[in-house]
């Protein structure tokens, strides 16, 4: 499992605070802390400053990127804002996202083409939000299609179903994680990835629900997420159920684990 650390994200309080305080301590220190725990990229998002997200974003990823190695990952859904803050990142970022929305996809395909930076490729399109695996597939198809067809190399696309809150429709779990088998199925080679804590917005008990639908995503064979890596027993499920899942040659990651102290259950 890819892991991308969600938690430097304006859409949380005290973040917003830091960010617009430009409190480099506070986001140093939560690139840090992700990193730590196992983020292979990190998340950063701005997307609540109107007017202000170019210049929040791009001090987020030198922040982040004068604290650890980890690359960012840059989530906006504005193509201006993921162009200009690619410049100022070094390395390889992460772009989340482009989508079938033919302002982003116009936008972002000069920015990406002839790199090697990794692409989330979102399910949305000019007609809105999709609610069914078959909406999903339709964008999906049409989203990878072009990308390979712009010589993005089928491992650097990572396609998001998107992930909707469970309270807003009773399917949108199973038509979600039916969309990550067919995408893999459809796709060889291909990486999938989802805002896993979307799924559980306006319920209780979030990380007890974020944890068990990660499981079952898993076993659809999503294999990189964006989530609070933070989360102890999050990270030691992801272990076991990629272990059950066949997905961990003679249970070697497992047994790491285990020997590393990082499972802190039963
Ligand atoms: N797809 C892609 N990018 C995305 C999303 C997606 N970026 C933003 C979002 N969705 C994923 N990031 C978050 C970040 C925080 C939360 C939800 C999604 C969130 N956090 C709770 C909080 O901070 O209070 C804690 C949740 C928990 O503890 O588990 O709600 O879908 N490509």
Redesign the pocket.
Do not use: A, M, P, Y
């Given at each position: 499992m890819q892991i991308v650390g969600?938690l430097i994200?304006a859409?949380?309080k005290k973040v917003r605070e830091d960010i617009k305080e430009k409190n480099k301590e506070k986001i140093a220190d939560l690139a840090k802390e992700q990193h730590e725990a196992g983020a292979d990229f990190i998340?950063v998002?701005a997307g609540t400053f109107v007017g202000k997200e170019e210049e929040y974003v791009k001090w987020l990823v030198q922040t982040v990127q004068e604290k650890v190695d980890t690359p960012c990952c840059i989530?906006s859904p504005d193509p201006k804002v993921v162009e200009e803050a690619v410049k100022v990142h070094k390395g390889v970022p992460m772009v989340?996202?482009i989508s079938l929305e033919s302002d982003r996809y116009n936008n972002l395909i000069p920015v990406i083409r002839g790199t090697d930076m990794k692409i989330?490729a979102?399910c949305m399109s000019d007609e809105g939000m999709p609610y069914t695996k078959d909406d999903r597939m339709k964008i999906a198809d049409k989203l990878v299609n072009g990308l390979l067809s712009n010589n993005i190399d089928i491992k650097n696309i990572y396609v998001?179903p998107?992930?909707q809150p469970i309270g807003s429709g009773d399917n949108l779990g199973m038509e979600f994680l039916n969309s990550i088998e067919a995408i893999h199925k459809e796709f060889e080679g291909i990486n999938t990835?989802?805002?896993l804590?979307?799924i559980s917005?306006g319920i209780p008990k979030?990380?007890f629900a974020?944890q068990t639908f990660m499981i079952m995503a898993i076993t659809k064979g999503l294999n990189s997420a964006?989530l609070?890596p933070l989360?102890k027993k999050m990270m030691a499920n992801i272990v076991a159920a990629e272990m059950l899942a066949g997905k961990d040659q003679f249970c070697g990651k497992y047994m790491d684990a285990y020997r590393n102290g990082l499972f802190e259950v039963e």
């Open positions: 969600e994200n859409s949380r998340d998002n989530d989340n996202s989330i979102l998001d998107l992930v990835i989802c805002g804590s979307n917005f979030r990380k974020n964006i609070n989360d």
